[in-house]
């Protein structure tokens, strides 16, 4: 059964920082490409960033770019998130989802997904 | 950036048809996958590539895409589908690759 669990999340002040964690079972991490997703309160989703199985192509939405980096441990497992100089509008649950494929190179779309962590951005 | 509009919501009876609209500049030259949210849970995916199910979602769920539009057809509607239906593009000449719909709230009357 294929698991998807995040941790790290939690309130940060304006500025600061915070790694997201997403731990993985039930399949071959290393076999697929996988993404942060996420879903401000009462909003629609936004997708965040994504990463090739292998992790040496990494994609990222604008409105993260130069401030987030997702990589991975494929030897533990699992995924990660660092967001730095967050701003209040980060503000959401974070979710972790799994693409049934190696790559986003030709298309992305997402087969499972975490229960997702709470980011709260607020001094 | 390549841009998916959804009707905010739908409104169907119990044993009807349901039908979820998403649209896009020539979005019958993408790949369509949609997803189904609940209250307070993760999204799932109930179909991809337009039309393909994953295992374990009923065949009452169905897609089709074409022109500047696709659609998702829910029928004989049960009050357990009430609920936020995504649709999904990746957009590969875009600096946003991945492409959400605003989300449409299906209500079971």
């Known amino acids: 059964e294929v698991q998807l669990l995040e941790s790290g999340g939690g309130l940060v002040q304006p500025g600061g920082s915070l790694r997201l964690s997403c731990a993985a079972s039930g399949f071959t991490f290393s076999s697929y490409a996988m993404s942060w997703v996420r879903q401000a309160p009462g909003k629609g989703l936004e997708w965040v960033s994504a990463i090739s199985g292998s992790g040496g192509s990494t994609y990222y939405a604008d409105s993260v770019k130069g401030r987030f980096t997702i990589s991975r441990d494929n030897s533990k497992n699992t995924l990660y998130l660092q967001m730095n100089s967050l701003r209040a509008e980060d503000t959401a649950v974070y979710y972790c989802?799994?693409?049934?494929?190696?790559?986003?190179?030709?298309?992305?779309?997402?087969?499972?997904w975490g229960q997702g962590t709470l980011v709260t951005v607020s001094s | 950036s390549y841009v998916l509009t959804q009707p905010p919501s739908v409104s169907v009876a119990p044993g009807k048809t349901a039908r979820i609209t998403c649209g896009g500049n020539n979005i019958g030259s993408k790949s369509v996958h949609w997803y189904q949210q609940k209250p307070g849970q993760a999204p799932v995916l109930v179909i991809y590539?337009?039309?393909d199910r994953p295992s374990g979602i009923p065949e009452r769920f169905s897609g089709s895409n074409s022109g500047n539009t696709a659609t998702l057809t829910i029928s004989r509607v049960e009050a357990g589908d009430e609920a936020d239906y995504y649709c999904?593009?990746?957009?590969?000449?875009?600096?946003?690759?991945?492409?959400f719909g605003g989300g449409t709230k299906l209500t079971v009357l």
């Open positions: 999904q593009v990746w957009d590969s000449s875009s600096d946003l690759p991945v492409v």
């Open positions: 989802a799994k693409t049934p494929l190696a790559y986003c190179g030709g298309d992305c779309y997402f087969d499972y």
């Open positions: 590539y337009d039309s």
